[in-house]
C-alpha cells in the first residue's frame, strides 16, 4: 500500500484527487524523450487508474508509446485500442498502433490502421502509403519507424 501511494505521489494524484493530466503528460514526455520508459508508466499507470476514463486517452496513449519502447508490444496495442475508443479521430493513435501491430508480425491489422491514420489526416496519405513497404520488418527492428510516427502526434506524441 506505502509503495502505490508513493507512485501515485509521484504521478501527481493525492488521494481522492483527479489526476493533473496536462503535467503527467508532459512529465512523461521528457521521460520518453530521455529513453526512461519504465519510469514513464510507473508515473502514468496510477494515474490512468485515477483518471475518469473520459479523460484518460492522453494518459493511456503517453503510456502505450513506453511500454511499445521496452518491446511490450501486446500491452501497448490494448491501450492504443482503448484511446481509439475514446478518441476515434486521434490519427497519431493509429499511427502507433499500426507501428506495433508491426512488431507483432499482424501486418493485416497494421495496414488497416494505416489506411484509418490516412483517412483522418489525408495530408498525410503519402507518407502512409510509403509505410506499407516497411510492414515486415526484419527480426528484432519492430520498434523502426516508431518515433517518426510519434513526432507526427502533435502535443500528445513523445517527440
Known amino acids: 500500500a506505502a509503495a502505490a501511494a508513493a507512485a501515485a505521489s ?3 494524484v493525492g488521494a481522492g484527487a483527479a489526476p493533473d493530466v496536462p503535467s503527467l503528460v ?3 514526455k521528457e521521460l520518453l524523450k ?3 520508459p519504465a519510469e514513464a508508466v510507473d508515473v502514468l499507470w496510477p494515474a490512468i487508474l485515477a483518471a475518469p476514463r473520459e479523460d484518460s ?3 493511456r496513449f503517453q503510456c502505450a508509446l513506453a511500454l511499445h519502447m521496452q518491446s511490450q508490444h501486446a500491452a501497448s496495442a490494448e491501450l492504443l485500442k482503448q484511446v481509439i475508443e475514446l478518441e476515434p479521430s486521434f490519427a497519431e493513435a493509429h499511427l502507433c498502433l499500426a507501428q506495433v501491430y508491426t512488431a507483432l508480425g499482424r501486418a493485416a491489422e497494421a495496414e488497416a490502421a494505416l489506411d484509418e491514420a490516412a483517412t483522418l489526416r489525408p495530408e498525410i496519405a503519402g507518407w502512409v502509403q510509403a509505410q506499407r513497404a516497411s510492414l515486415s520488418p526484419p527480426e528484432g527492428a519492430g520498434a523502426a519507424g516508431g518515433a517518426e510516427a510519434r513526432g507526427r502526434g502533435g502535443e500528445r506524441g513523445a517527440e
Open 57 to 59: 486517452g492522453p494518459l
Open 10 to 12: 509521484v504521478a501527481g
Open 34 to 36: 530521455a529513453r526512461r
Open 26 to 28: 508532459g512529465r512523461s
